[in-house]
Nanobody, 116 residues
Framework: QVHVVESGGGLVQAGGSLRLSCAAS????????MGWFRQAPGKEREFVAS????????YYVDSVKGRFTISRDNAKNTVYLQMNSLKPEDTAVYYC?????????WGKGTLVTVSS
């Protein structure tokens, strides 16, 4: 069982920055993959970025490449999403996901609102 908790959302003006954090607890393994997804009002949840615990391989959706950076602190079992140059279309609830042994665990989400 893995428990993930997000934090760091809020209101920011366009062009600003925010850093989201995701703390994972429970049975985590070096083979796990951590990721961020988001869901805007009236839209389906979409993939944003992911990182492997062990190799640090990262993946991004095209719309955030060059603006968002995912990173991890293995000692703290925490994954971060640094979001720069935010746009109104980045407004969404951001969810942390941990994929461990073929099972996905989700946090409750944190709201990011970007004003124009």
């Amino acid at each position: 069982q893995v428990h993930v908790v997000e934090s760091g959302g809020g209101l920011v003006q366009a062009g600003g920055s925010l850093r989201l954090s995701c703390a994972a607890s429970g049975r985590t393994f070096s083979s796990d993959t951590m990721g961020w997804f988001r869901q805007a009002p009236g839209k389906e949840r979409e993939f944003v970025a992911s990182i492997t615990w062990s190799g640090g391989n990262t993946y991004y959706v095209d719309s955030v490449k060059g603006r968002f950076t995912i990173s991890r602190d293995n000692a703290k079992n925490t994954v971060y999403l640094q979001m720069n140059s935010l746009k109104p279309e980045d407004t969404a609830v951001y969810y942390c996901n941990c994929r461990s042994l073929g099972i996905s665990y989700w946090g409750k989400g944190t709201l990011v609102t970007v004003s124009s």
